[in-house]
């Protein structure tokens, strides 16, 4: 499939804003400056579709990128930084809670966790909710290239100790700047 005909299609900051679903939609969420963008914007090899910033809390839309007929990529706006406004996280909850409760083609979200750091309240509150709703989700470990193989290996099996109380959670190792990524490793009882 050829992913680099995605394009930008709106921008929605407020929950009244959001068009109708009509097509499958893969959504990107995450804290403030873990990678989202980045990831969406490796997947579609372009450099700046989705636009990175350096500045956490600089998304405040949920941005929708068309992958032909086939699919949208939906980038949420990161949650968890400290020096937005009461007001304006208040409005982000709102906006996120309010597309998740409409009826829309979900196919899969991609909850994003920064790989260097124990996952935090907000990025377990989120797979709490994913899997309280039965929402299709894999967790992808973002900026894996700022450790070393040990540091990844003892993070991996820290991440997904902390995610075993939820479940079954595939996760997947990734970083923006090397060309590939980790492949879950099998377990038993299914992907960790």
Known sequence: MNFSNAEFTYAAG???????????EIVFSGRSNVGKSSLINKIVNRKALARVSGQPGKTAT???FRVGNFFSLVDLPGYGYAKVSH???????????????????FALVIQIIDMRHKPTKDDLAMVDFL????????????KKDKLNKTQQ????????????????????????????????KKRENGFQ
């Open 87 to 105: 007001a304006e996280k208040v409005r982000w909850a709102e906006l996120v809670e309010g597309y998740f409760a409409q009826q829309r083609d």
């Open 14 to 24: 407020k929950a009244s804003q959001l068009k109708k679903s009509d097509l499958p």
């Open 153 to 184: 290996a003892q993070q991996l099996e820290l991440i997904n100790s902390i995610l075993s109380e939820y479940g079954d959670i595939k996760t997947f190792p990734f970083s923006a700047t090397k060309s590939s990524s980790t492949p879950p």
């Open 62 to 64: 949920i941005n929708f």
């Open 131 to 142: 899997v309280q709703t039965n929402m299709p989700f894999i967790v992808v470990l973002t």
